[in-house]
């Protein structure tokens, strides 16, 4: 943010007052700004971080690893991998061939039978997540097993070449003794490529068995071997979240009860974690994608461990023994249900448990011995009906048994509104539930209609979870959706209307999360990535601002007595940040006219000092994009005396004007 400080005499003022007097189009607000107590907090859970495996989020993002099927253990073994010289209809004496070998014993199954007849001309090569991006001069952590079984092979080489086949970084590791053994290697590309690809060749002729053929950056987050992507974290860091909600989202579900999501398989030793089907694998018509997989390398644990890194509460959604009602809506018994509870109550002594328990244990070997302090945990993502009723009844039973402390998200379904809905809204009161999950899709028409939604709900019931929403520019689920200006805008619209009702609404997070420019199966989508970079919507800048600036208190800001929902196309929240001393008011206007405001503040005490912060831009459907972020909240600041505060309210604006 650029800072500008301006200091405004008392002659500018009364220049700017009659200019905005004589100009009819400006209008002014007179706005009161109550200072007295709401007795309301702001929850720190507030604003927070929804994160689920769509759009390559995982595999290809999030997760560093530049490596496709890097054990081949996809349906297809060799998806990802080529071998340019090989033909299927041959015995490849002029080459060699890979063949898959399979052992169900182990849960990773598949290990890749090289034989290699004329190493002058025999190749593997992977072609990464829509390539593989590298940076010039950086350094890459190569991997692989590799067992000798006969023949004379005494080096694989191994280089990264770009989309020419020009090689920009190789190295040749000498084969030893026989067995299983683990190879290192450490690659320095001589220039930055989007798409390079792999490549494999070897010296000598015979058989070898090779698995687990892995690439990373050594600079990931926090520098962690097998990490996590630094520029992609360091955007949910900066985000200052108040939770990260894992791993899904309809993953969570499966298309099938056996495709749901398990996170018992997703600890322990990273090669020994069972890859299975991404349930977006072939979700939408428009985009399948059959290459999109889980290898489950960002597992839970990692997700408890990147939400301790966000200072974030850690909040894990389970499977409720329902798969996904939008695919086979599949059922497990009532009388199976018992190890789809047993499961969740295993999780909370993962991250809760100490070092003598069983899974405490497992965390600590992992290399957390301190327990994560887990408080919250979701039945089911969006399920909705008597089905779904009747299973979070188990398990809100054996939860609060056990763990009484323990705040349970329910689930309202997948629409704002309807059947399903209310009927979901009057069960879960009847049965005193925590927290319900509301999840909205919507036009930007709907979010501007509805900053009022919850000034009517009951103050009594149970709290709200807006765990699911994004203004779709088109259409819900049309690939054409963009991140504009306008579906910005009009999230932060509704949001000054969850704020304002802070008593009502405790977490709130935007939805989907993560997309890759080429890997995409839903729009909009909240941060936008390639190979080698990424850039912020004008929806995450909204993000940023209300969770940068949520204070700690709700107080009340109204004109003629009445909150600021729309009327005349104004928007206002305002709390107090008692840790800083701050006022912080949210101000939207959605009209495409500048207005100005006067603040009163009554029963409070002004500072002199205001901080004014502007995201704006001239076309509703403007964007940002990889070349230029041209959407970015601009700060200046300037000297206020004591009194009415007035400020300038652009056309199609979010301001945040912060008084200390």
Not at 491 to 518: C, I, K, Q, W
């Amino acid at each position: 943010m650029k800072t500008k400080t301006k200091i405004f005499t008392a002659a500018i003022s009364l220049s700017v007052a009659f200019f905005s007097a004589q100009n009819k189009t400006i209008k002014t607000h007179f706005l009161d700004l109550d200072g007295t107590s709401t007795n309301i907090k702001i929850q720190p859970t507030m604003y927070g971080i929804f994160f689920e495996d769509i759009n390559f989020a995982a595999d290809g993002g999030l997760y560093a690893e530049l490596i496709k099927n890097r054990s081949f253990e996809f349906d297809e073994p060799l998806t990802g991998w080529k071998q340019p010289n090989t033909k299927t209809l041959s015995p490849n004496l002029d080459s060699g061939f890979l063949t898959i070998i399979t052992d169900k014993s182990k849960t990773n199954k598949n290990y890749a039978r090289i034989t290699v007849w004329n190493d002058k001309n025999y190749s593997l090569e992977n072609e990464g997540f829509r390539g593989i991006g590298l940076h010039q001069g950086e350094k890459y952590d190569l991997s692989f097993n590799l067992e000798n079984v006969s023949g004379n092979i005494s080096a694989i080489n191994t280089s990264l070449i770009d989309e020419n086949g020009t090689v920009i970084s190789s190295v040749s590791t000498i084969i030893k003794g026989g067995g299983w053994q683990k190879y290192n290697a450490v690659f320095v590309p001589s220039k930055t490529v989007e798409k390079a690809k792999l490549q494999i060749t070897f010296t000598g002729k015979g058989v070898v068995n090779m698995d687990m053929i892995s690439l990373f950056p050594q600079d990931t987050w926090k520098g962690r071997k097998g990490g996590m992507r630094k520029d992609l974290v360091q955007k949910l860091y900066d985000l200052q979240p108040g939770f990260l909600r894992f791993p899904g989202g309809c993953i969570v579900e499966g298309r099938t009860l056996a495709e749901r999501y398990q996170w018992k398989k997703t600890i322990g030793k990273v090669e020994d974690r069972e890859n299975l089907i991404n349930k977006w694998n072939n979700g939408f018509a428009h985009r399948l994608t059959p290459d999109y997989w889980q290898s489950f390398g960002l597992g839970f644990f990692e997700y408890f461990q990147l939400a301790e890194d966000l200072g974030a509460e850690p909040l894990p959604i389970l499977s409720c023994g329902m798969a996904c009602q939008f695919n086979t809506a599949e059922l497990v018994k009532m009388e199976d249900l018992d190890p789809y509870v047993q499961d969740a109550l295993d999780l909370i002594e993962f991250a809760n448990g100490d070092s003598n328990t069983k899974w405490g244990k497992i965390r600590t070997e992992m290399g957390h011995p301190k327990t994560f302090n887990m408080k919250f945990i979701g039945v089911g993502n969006e399920q909705w009906g008597a089905d779904y009723i009747e299973r979070y009844k188990v398990f809100e039973k054996a939860i609060h048994n056990k763990y009484p402390d323990i705040k349970i998200i329910s689930g309202s379904g997948p629409s704002p509104d309807g059947e399903f809905f209310d009927y979901g809204w009057k069960e879960l009161k009847k049965l005193n539930a925590q927290i319900v999950d509301e999840h909205y899709y919507n036009s930007p028409e709907w979010f501007l209609k509805n900053a009022g939604r919850y000034d009517k709900y009951d103050r009594k019931g149970p709290k709200v979870f807006a765990g699911e929403y994004a203004a779709q520019s088109v259409g819900v689920v049309k690939p054409d959706n963009k991140n504009n200006w306008l579906t910005a805008l009009s999230e932060a619209a509704f949001m000054t209307g969850l704020e304002r009702n802070a008593d009502v609404v405790t977490m709130t997070s935007y939805a989907p999360l993560f997309a890759h420019a080429e890997g995409w199966q839903w729009t909009p989508d909240l941060i936008w990535f390639n190979n080698l970079k990424s850039y912020a919507t004008p929806n995450y800048y909204v993000q940023k601002l209300f969770s940068n600036n949520k204070g700690t208190d709700l107080i009340k800001i109204s004109e003629n007595g009445k909150p600021l929902k729309g009327e005349d196309n104004l928007y206002a929240s305002a709390v107090r940040d008692l840790k800083k001393e701050e006022t912080i008011i949210k101000i939207v206007n959605s009209s495409s006219q500048e207005t100005s405001v006067e603040i009163n503040p009554k029963n409070s005490k002004m500072g002199s000092q205001l901080t004014k912060i502007v995201l704006t831009s001239a076309g509703l459907s403007d964007e940002n994009n990889f070349q230029s972020e041209t959407i970015t909240p601009k700060e200046e600041t300037q000297a206020i005396k004591k009194g009415k505060i007035s400020v300038e309210i652009p056309a199609n604006s979010l301001v945040i004007l912060k008084i200390k």
